[in-house]
């Protein structure tokens, strides 16, 4: 009967040593490399890209300022300097897209965005929103590139 009772009170701590506790996988290299602080997180920059206030009505000229966009895109993304760009939905807002830029402050993001030839051209315009995320946001990246059939 004892040997049942020290079985049943010591059963349920033997499986608790085995639990992983926060840090266990912790890879020092790997989060000094994305720049992670303690809590793996760091500082990134949105962007809430809407309707600008420009009335370009010229379709050829608007769809060459559009691909210049989309060129813009890969250009910053292959630099590492913009890890997420996507179009939102139509919305009664007018939001059109957003981008999150690795960049720490707000004049280098809009140094950035200067390169861009619908919000240079002022179809797009751009609102800038300092965002705290997981460091490891860049990390989708590649798996990203192994799903991708098409480049816009």
Not at 13 to 33: H, V
């Amino acid at each position: 009967m004892l040997r049942l009772l020290l079985l049943l009170v010591l059963v349920p701590f033997a499986g608790n040593a085995q639990t992983k506790l926060p840090g266990d996988n912790y890879n020092q290299s790997l989060a000094d490399s994305l720049g992670a602080d303690q809590y793996g997180m760091r500082l990134y920059q949105f962007v809430i890209l809407k309707t600008g206030d420009s009335a370009i009505t010229d379709k050829d000229k608007v769809a060459a300022i559009f691909k210049g966009h989309m060129e813009n895109i890969s250009k910053l993304v292959a630099a590492n300097k913009l890890i997420v760009a996507g179009p939102f939905a139509k919305n009664p807002q007018q939001y059109r897209g957003l981008f999150i830029f690795t960049t720490k402050t707000k004049e280098a993001t809009e140094a950035l965005l200067a390169s861009d030839p619908a919000v240079k051209s002022g179809l797009l315009k751009a609102e800038i929103y300092g965002w705290y995320g997981s460091a490891a946001l860049p990390m989708y990246l590649p798996v990203h590139k192994q799903i991708e059939k098409t480049n816009h």
